[in-house]
């Protein structure tokens, strides 16, 4: 990332991003939890995507060099926290679980950043016991070093309906498929099957935040059918495709 802004502090508000809006690299010397509304929220760094729907924040840690990208109109709350307040004692950027408390209480804190009242102090203590709560979600996608993994990863997100095994992909790389399985396991913690779901879902995301059908967006990321994509979509996020666009603030 080029032309990085330092904004020492991070801020506390609520903004709005319009459809495929973008919040240039930049570094605070504060944590900051950044969610969103409605729509889906993408954060990029260095070391790969961290993406988020309305179920779910983004922790980002004080020095992590990040970029914003809105999916969909985007209802973006922001909630910078001082170095010395980690109250998930996370040095990384990781994906965390929004339940219906956790949520409003990051509306409320962020609806007035300038209100220093003793009510606002104590939501902001609740508000992190909430965090400390917070299940860890896996919705990322971690960028490759290795080269051959680059490209296979490329091929998967140029077409995520492409059907091809990790061999066959290896063979258009030039990869053997046991240097790859390795490498994904090495690298991302995980396996193919698993990092392309990961990947699917992503895709996913982008489509349903800019109102593609639910049956369109199976059949384009991959899924044999609307249901398969509808399981895996519930299973992973909590609700079903279909009330995505629904849940706003």
């Keep these: 990332m080029s032309d990085i802004r330092h904004t020492p502090v991070a801020p506390t508000r ?22 969103a509304g409605s729509g889906v929220l993408e954060v990029t760094t260095d070391a790969g995507t961290w993406f988020a729907p309305g179920t779910r924040a983004i922790w980002v840690p004080a020095g992590t060099i990040h970029a914003h990208r809105a999916h969909g109109r985007l209802d973006l709350h922001l909630v ?3 170095t010395d307040d980690n109250p998930l004692g996370l040095d990384a950027p990781t994906v965390l679980a929004v339940g219906p408390l956790l949520r409003e209480l990051i509306l409320a804190y962020t609806r007035d950043p300038d209100d220093d009242s003793p009510e606002r102090h104590r939501l902001l203590a609740v508000l992190r016991d909430q965090l400390r709560a917070s299940p860890q979600q896996p919705l990322r996608l971690p960028a490759a070093t290795d080269p051959r993994l680059t490209a296979v990863c490329a091929l998967v997100h140029a077409d995520p309906a492409d059907p091809r095994t990790l061999a066959a992909l290896g063979a258009a790389t030039g990869a053997a498929e046991r240097t790859l399985s390795r490498l994904f396991r090495d690298e991302f913690g995980m396996t193919f099957p698993q990092w392309r779901t ?22 384009r990321c991959g899924w044999s059918s609307a249901s398969a994509f509808i399981d895996v979509f519930r299973r992973s996020l ?12």
């Design 238 to 249: 909590g609700y079903t495709p279909g009330t995505h666009n629904r849940r706003s603030p």
């Design 80 to 82: 910078g926290l001082p």
């Design 198 to 219: 990961q990947s699917r879902l992503y895709h996913a995301l982008r489509l349903l935040a800019d109102d593609v059908p639910v049956t369109a967006v199976a059949h």
């Design 14 to 35: 609520a903004q709005q991003l319009t459809a495929g809006a973008r919040i240039d690299a930049h570094r605070h010397d504060d944590h900051q939890i950044v969610y």
